[in-house]
């Protein structure tokens, strides 16, 4: 009897990186890596979107379209390249109008995709219906989706076999053009026996033929498990990576999928392990410079209870880390239960994981519910869709009053619509201004990056990779990064720049162009010290000195954890002096500003 052929996607070079590396990998880095998969019988590959899609152009000033026309050349023609969209967010930072979800399937398809898969974090259908739709119209596969995860201890009313029958049936129902089904666990904590009883429900709901995938992660330690009760309960496919970019926070490794399944009925894609120890080799030694988190490699049997992706997980570390605030880490997924059980259940995955991280840090380092993250309060508000259960009442009436919008039902891809800043006309237009061809690329890159995607044309995108060779200086010891940062020596500021090579180290006083201009009395009972609740970079700079505000004013923005935080005039007053310039650095608790 022959054995049932599972087809295998290798997610090394999208989910992989993400999950390990938080997407900065070089594709000249990688590449060599790519070529050996091939060779090693690999035809499937997920090579792009998702977060992958925007971290080339806020971290390594590459263009996403060029790396994947490479990718499709090293690969050939038949090669199933797959990429990973958010519904009507596709790949872009909030949520896309009619006229950017045909774009990005427009695009996608130009530069070498033969599969999009395509999900709803909150598992609302009509988030899933024009985006799918567009995807089939481009002539490319659609992999549509069911999201899961299980639910923190004590929470019940979705996320169970029940729910996710209710979510395939309104997709069936809907009408929804599609060529495959996946299950998408971004979390890996959906317990094996909850995934043996939806993947048989689903067999027996779907079509006769119909396939079937399931995707998770090794997270919470159950990932094998899971894939071998997927595989019992008849599935077609699984996603599997290869190391150094496997298990931990990401998928299971290629190599423990083939020995567990080993005497088994199942032919795992047609793989040889010893061609797979010569493609693991090679990838291992591309990728050997690149400084890989502690927490990657790990399992965590706390992830249930918050529950935290891999894919988000070692890049909020990262950013973490980067702002000297990782001791709070644990104090964070602890807070997640709430914030998860508070927020309607949406599937923690991006951008919800997101959403759920950046509340949950709001209320670590600012106290419960003091600041609500805009994209959280905007999905309990009802901006990105239907949540599987209604959120605490309490929680939208503050989300409600802390961003000053009302809730809404009205579906989200018509939210966008109506704003004029989510049309194609509003993308030509950022170009013009700067003088950038208007291309249909380019028109995309800044509809998804905004004003990052603007300094990537322009040339002044950040390059930001964690290399081992980069980080250390030549007595072995970590070194300060690239950029602006505030330093106080003997007790005055001074705004830092640290440059590469034998550039220019720039140092000026906080205290002259951009701090005081106002003479006040020194030590005045009126002033106050306004100070970064946060850790972060100045963004940008509202109010300058010697100017009125009132209270709730914006005097500055920073940039912290993927969030825009407004500094806000805590009362009415006249600008004494702004103690920080643009892109400089700052510390929780760091003076920005003076109000007298």
């Known amino acids: ?43 499937h590959f997920e090579f792009g979107g998702g977060a992958r899609f925007q971290s080339l152009y806020f971290y390594l000033r590459e263009d996403a379209f060029e790396m994947m026309d490479k990718f499709r050349e090293i690969v050939g023609p038949d090669a199933n390249l797959q990429t990973l969209s958010r519904g009507v967010n596709t790949v872009m930072l909030d949520t896309g109008s009619k006229e950017l ?22 598992n609302d259908v009509e ?39 209710k979510t395939l049936r309104d997709i069936l129902d809907a009408g929804i053009p599609y060529d495959s089904i996946c299950f998408k666990d971004a979390s890996g904590t959906s317990n094996p026996q909850k995934v043996f009883e939806t993947i048989k ?27 071998m009760a997927a595989l019992e309960a008849g599935i077609d496919g699984i996603d599997m990576a290869a190391a150094p970019v496997s298990g931990g926070t990401s998928q299971p490794d290629i190599l423990t999928m083939l020995h567990a399944t080993k005497g088994m009925n199942f032919d795992l894609g047609g793989l040889e ?76 995955v991006t951008p919800v994981s997101q959403f759920y991280f950046q509340q949950a840090l709001n209320n670590v380092m600012q106290g419960p519910w003091n600041a609500i993250a805009p994209g959280y309060g905007k999905m309990v508000l009802g901006y990105f869709g239907k949540t599987p259960v209604a959120p605490d009442p309490e929680i939208v009436r503050i989300a409600s009053e802390k961003l000053g ?6 579906n989200a ?56 060779s980069e980080m250390k200086n030549d007595c072995g010891e970590a070194s300060m990064g690239n950029g602006n940062y505030t330093v106080v020596v003997n007790g005055e500021k001074f705004s830092v720049q640290v440059a590469e090579g034998d550039a220019d180290i720039q140092v000026t006083a906080v205290n002259g162009e951009s701090a005081v201009a106002v003479p006040s009395p020194v030590g005045s009972t009126n002033d106050i010290e306004i100070k970064a609740l ?39 007053g006249v600008i004494q002096s702004i103690n920080v310039a643009t892109n400089d650095k700052v510390v929780e608790g760091q003076v920005v500003a003076v109000l007298g």
């Open 127 to 165: 988030n899933l219906k024009y985006s799918g739709e567009r995807i089939a119209h481009h002539g490319l596969k659609h992999e549509v989706v069911v999201t899961m995860m299980d639910l923190p201890p004590g929470c019940h009313g979705a996320h169970d076999v029940e729910f996710y029958e």
């Open 413 to 468: 891809i018509d939210i966008a619509d109506a704003d004029e800043t989510k049309s194609l006309q509003h993308a030509i237009d950022k170009l013009k201004e700067n003088d950038l061809e208007v291309t249909e690329e380019n028109i995309f890159i800044v509809a998804a990056c905004q004003d990052k995607g603007i300094s990537f044309l322009q040339g002044k995108g950040e390059l930001n990779v964690r290399k081992i």
């Open 201 to 227: 429900m689903a067999r027996g709901l779907v079509p006769e033929g119909t396939h079937l995938r399931l995707h998770t992660h090794e997270t919470a330690g159950v990932s094998v498990s899971a894939y």
């Open 273 to 348: 392990i010893g061609k797979i120890l010569t493609y693991e080799k090679e990838l291992q030694h591309c990728l050997s410079d690149y400084f890989m988190p502690p927490e990657a490699t790990m399992v965590s049997p706390v992830i249930p209870f918050s529950p935290m992706p891999g894919g988000a997980l070692t890049a909020n570390t990262q950013m973490m880390r980067d702002n000297n605030i990782l001791d709070r880490f644990p104090e964070v997924i602890a807070a997640m239960q709430e914030v998860v059980e508070k927020g309607g259940y949406g599937t923690s």
């Open 405 to 410: 919008l009302e809730p809404t039902t009205m």
């Open 1 to 43: 009897m022959a054995k049932k052929f599972i087809d295998v996607m290798d997610t090394s070079f999208r989910d992989g990186f993400q999950s390990v590396y938080g997407g900065r990998v070089l594709m000249n880095d990688f590449f060599p890596a790519v070529e050996a998969a091939k060779m090693a019988g690999i035809n």
């Open 101 to 122: 979800i045909d774009l990005h399937a427009k695009m996608f398809k130009k530069h070498g995709t033969t599969t999009i898969r395509n999900f709803d974090a909150l």
């Open 534 to 572: 946060l850790p972060g970079s100045v963004w940008k700079i509202v109010a300058n000195p010697g100017q009125s505000v009132n209270e709730g004013d914006v005097i500055l923005i920073l940039e912290s954890m993927k969030m825009e935080i407004d500094v806000i005039a805590p009362r009415g």
